[in-house]
Each structure stands twice: as C-alpha cells, then as structure tokens.
C-alpha cells in the first residue's frame, strides 16, 4: 500500500496568516501518461461532513475559496491556506487514488 | 445535492456481524461509486471498500475475508457487512460517493459511530 505522511500533525495559526500543510506519499503519484498527480485535499470539521476541496493535487473544487490551493508533483505535496479564516479550523487529509487501496494521511489539525 | 446518511446498531458484540446501510437521496445513484470509510477514534482514514451502482465491487484487502458490500438501487442504498468484528473495529464509519470511479470523494455522509464491545 502507498503510505501518506503529512505534517505537521497540528499547527496554530494567527488569522490571517499563511497556513502549510505538507504530505509526502511512499511512491511517486505522477502518472506519465497523462501528467496528473493522483493526490486530493479534504476537510474535516466536526459536527459536518468531510469536504472534497482539492483534486489532482491542485484542482479547486467548485465553491472552494481561493485562498486553498495546492501544489507539488511526485511524492511531496503541499496545502496551502493564504490567509486563514476563523471557518478553516479543521482536520486536513490528503489522500492517494494512483492505485488501490485508496489511502489517506493520518490527519494535521489547524487551530487558530 | 445528493446527501447520504449511514444507519447502524452501534453497539456490536464482539465476534458478531456488523450491519450498516447508506440512504442516497437528492440524487440518481447509478453510474457511481459508492464507499465505505471509516474513522478509528483518533485516528485517520481508512478505505474500506466500494460497490459500483451495477453491484460490482472492491475491497481492501485487509479485510476483504469479512467484508460483503452490496447495493439496492431501488431503495437508494447500499450497504456493508463486516463478520467476526474485534475492538480494533470500532470506529466511525462513512459513506461516500465516487462520482466518476478515479478514487475522489465529491460527497460524504456526516458518518455513525460504531463501537464493538460487550
């Protein structure tokens, strides 16, 4: 199975400050043939259901603020939140679907 | 908006059979993916298994030998069987969908804790 590490685990942020997340998967998650990294961002907040914001490593879902984005190619990937927002605490997990069985990180909690 | 919602005992003894069930509503499930995840207390996400709305299926292999998940079109649901549960079962377990089969969650249900023990 392709393991997913994120960090860090949890990281407080002032508001309106950058928030970083970072995932790094055991294999490369770059298919060649059509140039897309197989690695989504989701949200998690208690209380309301886990939110697809990111697919093929830096796609924004419709309705997702600009301020997420994502990037990175490969194996290491990052979340980035430009300037946090009270709503954004949350748990972030990113997740490989380059091959089965489809697997998550083990979670980093944005607090303010 | 398709909305989906878990329903389960739970509480489950072990070595007993676990029984959940996923309502689709707002929303057609055919041509889609449909998921079991789950959540172990403070802990991440695992993938459990899917069942394509036609009834071909998918499981993790680390708990593919007591694994069934199924699908009923006409009520709008699927659902997933777990045998011989254990302690390390316990989780909050979720449903979601699969919109074009790639592996990419567009919609989840808010999930259902359970917990086996006796």
């Known amino acids: 199975d392709i393991v997913m590490t994120q960090s860090p685990d949890s990281l407080a942020v002032s508001l309106g400050e950058r928030a970083t997340i970072n995932c790094k998967s055991s294999q490369s998650l770059l298919f060649t043939s059509n140039n897309k990294n197989y690695l989504a961002w989701y949200q998690q907040k208690p209380g309301q259901s886990t939110k697809l914001l990111i697919s093929?490593?830096?796609t924004r879902e419709s309705g997702v603020p600009d301020r997420f984005s994502g990037s990175g190619s490969g194996t290491d990937f990052t979340l980035t939140i430009s300037s946090l927002q009270a709503e954004d605490v949350a748990v972030y997990y990113c997740q490989q679907y380059f091959t089965m069985p489809y697997t998550f990180g083990q979670g980093a909690k944005l607090e303010i | 908006q398709v909305q989906l919602q878990e329903s389960g005992p739970g509480l489950v003894e072990p070595s007993e059979t676990l029984s959940l069930t996923c309502t689709v509503s707002?929303?057609?499930?055919?041509?889609?993916?449909w998921n079991w995840i789950r959540q172990p207390p403070g802990r991440g996400l695992e993938w459990i298994a899917y069942?394509?709305?036609?009834?071909?299926?998918?499981?993790n292999p680390t708990l593919k030998s007591r694994l069934t998940i199924s699908v009923d079109t006409s009520k709008n649901q699927f659902s997933l069987t777990l045998r011989s549960v254990t302690a390390a079962d316990t989780a909050v377990y979720l449903c979601?969908?699969?919109?074009f089969g790639w592996g990419l969650f567009d919609s989840w249900g808010p999930g259902t804790l359970i917990t086996v023990s006796s």
């Open positions: 707002g929303g057609s499930m055919s041509n889609h993916y």
């Open positions: 979601a969908r699969d919109d």
């Open positions: 069942v394509y709305y036609n009834g071909n299926t998918n499981y």
């Open positions: 093929w490593a830096s």
